[in-house]
């Protein structure tokens, strides 16, 4: 089988050699600037591999051979789950490589807003000394919810507990009303859900406005599924007490350095948020993961029996 990997990603020089060995093996070393020029690298071949790369209808329809689209992310919105399916192509994705490093930047998100580091940081770097005014909250029996169990989500409840919280979840099978009830009645909401037709804007005004007032709001997961005008009102107005944001809606795209949009540095600069510009897969451990996931991925296409197939099962839909 021919395997192109058609962008330039981190990956361990071991794990692309073992790749070398499964098939007709080809790496670029730089990222593709046209489509026209994704279309001419996947042309030929029978897997790919991507992280940060569009695939459209258009690419999908010029690669004749392509039977399998492995997305070296847990989400797959950049790909065109839907029409590749009508061609009879199966989307892989890699769901576990970066559940650790989620999950802790998670918790550091939690742990940085109940007590005010970033505040009293601030304010020290400015030469004030003024304990009394950074009083924070404990973390011990107040309820942290959480939208989507999967491998974030569960990992990032079990560290809440052992914290001494009290831990509620939706998940796919849950309805709306399950959903609201957990929203209404959670200090801390953190989201754990990919982006789908379904959990687009799933964190609306509506939804956001019938937060607890002082509650905090953690997104860790995908921009798009948060309102981000109604939840800067619901920041600047202190309904909400903080938020803690590693994505937003209308990212730059991380390939290549871009100026920030204006909304996205109103709410890094806000002093109740803290805010990462899409770090949380981010560590040093998940290229080894990543690395065996995706070497998984393919020899589980080769063998014509593919794990971690993509499929849409998240059924939380907006009321």
Known sequence: MKIVIPEDMALNQDHLNIMRSLGEF???????ETEEEIIKRVENADIIVIEWLFITKKVIDNAKNLKYIIVALSGTETVDVEHA?????????????????????????????????????????LGDWVPPTFTGIELRGKVLGLIGYGNIGRK???????????????????????????????????????????????????????????????????????????????????????????????????KKKAKVPEEIMVLS????????????????????????????NIQSCIDNSPINLVTDKVKIKEI
């Open 26 to 32: 080809k790496a670029y070393d730089n990222f593709p």
């Open 156 to 254: 990032v409840g079990n560290i809440a507990r052992l914290l001494g919280m009290n831990v509620k979840y939706v998940n796919s099978q849950s309805t709306p009303e399950q959903l609201e009830d957990l929203i209404k009645t959670s200090d801390i909401i953190s989201l754990h859900v990919p982006l789908t037709n379904e959990t687009s804007n799933i964190m609306n005004k509506r939804r956001i406005d019938m937060m607890k007032k002082g509650s905090y709001l953690i997104n860790v997961s995908r921009g798009d599924l948060v309102d981000q005008k109604a939840l800067i009102e619901a920041l600047k107005t202190k309904h909400l007490a903080g938020a803690g944001l590693d994505v937003f809606e209308n990212e730059p795209f991380r």
């Open 85 to 125: 399916a009508k061609k009879g192509i199966k989307v892989l994705n890699c769901p576990t490589y970066n559940s650790e490093g989620c999950a802790n930047l998670t918790i550091g998100f939690i742990l940085n807003l109940t007590r005010k580091i970033k505040e009293a940081n601030t304010v020290l770097q």
């Open 269 to 296: 600069k806000m002093d109740n948020v803290i805010a990462t510009p899409h770090i949380a897969y981010n560590t040093e451990e998940r290229i080894t993961r990543l690395g065996l996931e995706l070497i998984e």
